[in-house]
């Protein structure tokens, strides 16, 4: 079971050339939760786009369960999860499929139930039942199913947008892909360094982006000039 638990999460990192860890794996159990020490490469915006084979907006359908987790034995010993999703948008199919909306797919999570524990890297959340993502997705797993890249680089929270770890690609790729905003204005965010207001206001930088969740509104700031742009709710 030790074997398992220390793969977990690695099955996406070292089974496919778009992730990798850096530096041994820690393992940490409390309660009913396992938390494991991972260090997921986090990629730059436009690398991760580049090596994203399906880029779409989704849907959780289950919740995380014994039932939809997977523990492989042997010389490779791997646990992960496979998560329902439904196509709400496509922004990139580089695939055979050719997916669109409403279709439903499953997508291997680096998240596991194993014996009534809830297993995960520290950091990352589990995709949640009902909520909306866009998920940056590969098919380089050994099994060639598809996975989200990264852990937290490659998913993004829709309905907690300040909250994502990743908050540059969060804002980014809202900007590109669910914005009103012209090119030449996508360009400039997508070429920036993006952060939180309050961090930009700490660092003295005059370029900023934030987004209002409520009324579904990116902000975003170049040279003392304020836009403000809608996105998709």
Do not use: W
Not at 56 to 73: F, G, K, P
Not at 122 to 136: H, Q, V
């Amino acid at each position: 079971m030790k074997r398992i638990l220390i793969t977990l999460l690695l099955l996406c990192l070292l089974a496919t050339c778009l992730t990798a860890c850096a530096g041994a794996t820690e393992e940490s159990e409390e309660g009913d939760e396992i938390t494991i020490e991972v260090d997921f490469t986090e990629f730059e915006y436009d690398l991760l786009k580049n090596a994203t084979l399906v880029l779409a907006r989704v849907e959780v359908l289950d919740e995380l369960s014994e039932e939809n987790s997977v523990t492989e034995t042997g010389e490779k010993a791997t646990a992960y999860s496979m998560r329902k999703i439904r196509i709400l948008d496509v922004y990139k199919d580089n695939s055979s499929k050719k997916y669109k909306k409403g279709d439903e797919i499953a997508v291997m999570e680096s998240t596991a139930i194993i014996d009534g524990k809830y297993v995960h890297a520290k950091g990352y959340d589990k995709l949640a039942k009902g909520k909306k993502y866009i998920l940056f997705m590969s098919d380089k797993s050994e099994s060639g199913k598809y996975s989200i890249i990264s852990g937290n680089n490659g998913k993004i929270d829709l309905e907690n947008i300040s909250e994502n770890p990743c908050f540059d690609i969060a804002v980014k790729t809202l900007a590109e892909f669910e914005s009103n905003l012209p090119k030449s204005e996508i360009k400039k965010i997508i070429e920036s360094k993006v952060k939180k207001e309050d961090e930009m206001a700490a660092s003295g930088s005059a370029k900023k982006a934030d987004i209002e969740k409520e009324n579904a509104v990116i902000y975003y700031e170049t040279n003392g000039k304020k836009t403000k742009a809608a996105v998709k709710q």
